[in-house]
T-cell receptor, first 110, second 116 residues
Framework: AQSVTQLDSQVPVFEEAPVELRCNYS??????LFWYVQYPNQGLQLLLKYLSGSTLVKSINGFEAEFNKSQTSFHLRKPSVHISDTAEYFCAGGYQKVTFGTGTKLQVIP | GAVVSQHPSRVICKSGTSVKIECRSLDFQATTMFWYRQFPKQSLMLMAT?????????EQGVEKDKFLINHASLTLSTLTVTSAHPEDSSFYIC????????????FGPGTRLTVT
């Protein structure tokens, strides 16, 4: 069965500190991988995606994720977080059907 | 960018009544739309795949007679929760696939359904 695992349900981090949100996928998930962000009381927004090519993908607001085939991981990183990054982040994988992880709440502490 | 809207954003209904939720793609045509349900502190659960002009494909365990899906046009899919019960209270989210953008889905803002 397809599965996407997010190991941390909550990640508190101080403002301007680096953060890594972990995501692992099962090998049965086709290698289209996504990170979505959900701000409070809003729908999901695509943050970044990996389809093929360069294993390092970046978003416009400073996040990046690296596709690691050997470790079946697609961790999300940001070198310096801002208060406005406080949200829930979902890792997802698949093409015809997208499977979502359980989400990680990023709490940025002033 | 592609925009998907949902209406209503919040709805409260009495047990036994039916509620219709609309999902619209505003600036593109979507042959395929998806309906998800999100429980508190949990991930999105795919309920069904809605294809324009044909019957929806339901995921295992989702009652097709309870959650009626109609994808009558390339920009509109509706989800009707029939004979709603308190356990149907949830956050319902739709998404649409943009033709030509591999695997990528654009999500609506969601509808919070509360059944009293």
């Amino acid at each position: 069965a397809q599965s996407v695992t997010q190991l941390d349900s909550q990640v508190p981090v101080f403002e301007e500190a680096p953060v890594e949100l972990r995501c692992n996928y099962s090998s049965s998930v086709s290698v289209y991988l996504f990170w979505y962000v959900q701000y409070p009381n809003q729908g999901l927004q695509l943050l970044l995606k990996y389809l093929s090519g360069s294993t390092l993908v970046k978003s416009i607001n400073g996040f990046e994720a690296e596709f690691n085939k050997s470790q079946t991981s697609f961790h999300l990183r940001k070198p310096s977080v801002h208060i406005s990054d406080t949200a829930e982040y979902f890792c997802a994988g698949g093409y015809q059907k997208v499977t979502f992880g359980t989400g990680t709440k990023l709490q940025v502490i002033p | 960018g592609a925009v998907v809207s949902q209406h209503p954003s919040r709805v409260i209904c009495k047990s036994g009544t039916s509620v219709k939720i609309e999902c619209r793609s505003l600036d593109f045509q979507a042959t395929t739309m998806f309906w998800y349900r999100q429980f508190p502190k949990q991930s999105l659960m795919l309920m069904a795949t809605s294809n324009e002009g044909s019957k929806a494909t339901y995921e295992q365990g989702v009652e097709k007679d309870k959650f009626l899906i109609n994808h009558a046009s390339l920009t509109l899919s509706t989800l009707t929760v029939t004979s709603a019960h308190p356990e149907d209270s949830s956050f319902y989210i739709c998404s649409a696939r943009v033709p030509g953008l591999e695997g990528e889905q654009y999500f609506g803002p969601g509808t919070r359904l509360t059944v009293t």
